[in-house]
């Protein structure tokens, strides 16, 4: 089956720094979103980016299908942008999305 | 628009019970996705519903079951509870295979 990784696995950053995640995918894939997971489980939609780039404010996002991999940009990071990140993506011959096993991201003020 | 609604959001039930977990799709919303998040882990596909028939499963046993209703809501029974199944349980919805948005989720916990 169709394989999504993502790293790093965890990431400490101080306030005001810049980071990128990446995820990576095995097959060709239809779709592809972007997640931020908060402590309280609500997974939030970042990126609907099945290709091309996006940004929205300080996050922007890029995929690139043809080598299989997208990127997560975000900068001038502030501790509200903890929490786990998560990649998920699905294609045309099943109707399910997979997910990476996520980013742990720290912010440190 | 309320977006993706889940309920309970908690639960606490004995090892052997049988639960049943509800969500409400986003307006406009006529597919629903179960997944599974145990601690720690990235969300684990549970099945699909479209048309008030199941699209697609994951692999779960059969101790997991659903339905769609014909307001595009949507129920997860889990039978025979296994202390394994607890878990945070969480709902999506989309229009046919685009966006997925997610419900806040049901933290399950079986003891």
């Known amino acids: 089956g169709i394989q999504v990784e993502q790293s790093p696995p965890d990431l400490i950053l101080q306030e005001g720094a810049n980071s990128t995640l990446r995820c990576n995918f095995s097959?060709?894939?239809?779709?592809l979103q972007w997640f931020h997971q908060n402590p309280w489980g609500q997974l939030i939609n970042l990126f609907y980016i099945p290709s091309g780039t996006k940004q929205n404010g300080r996050l922007s996002a890029t995929t690139v299908t043809t080598e299989r991999y997208s990127l997560l940009y975000i900068s001038s990071s502030q501790t509200t942008d903890s929490g786990v990140y998560f990649c998920a993506v699905w294609y045309s011959s099943a109707s399910k999305i997979i997910f990476g096993s996520g980013t742990r991201l720290s912010i440190r003020p | 628009d309320a977006g993706v609604t889940q309920s309970p959001t908690h639960l606490i039930k004995t090892r052997g019970q049988q639960v049943t977990l509800r969500c409400s799709p986003k307006?406009?919303?006529?597919?629903v996705s179960w997944y599974q998040q145990a601690l720690g882990q990235g969300p684990q596909f549970i099945f699909q519903y479209y048309e008030e028939e199941e699209r697609q499963r994951g692999n779960f046993p059969d101790r997991f079951s659903g339905h769609q209703f014909p307001n595009y809501s949507s129920e997860l029974n889990v039978n025979a509870l296994l202390l394994g199944d607890s878990a945070l349980y969480l709902c999506?919805?989309?229009?046919?295979?685009?966006?997925?948005?997610f419900g806040q989720g049901t933290r399950l916990t079986v003891v």
């Open positions: 999506a919805s989309s229009r046919s295979n685009t966006e997925a948005f």
């Open positions: 307006s406009g919303h006529d597919t």
């Open positions: 097959d060709s894939v239809n779709n």
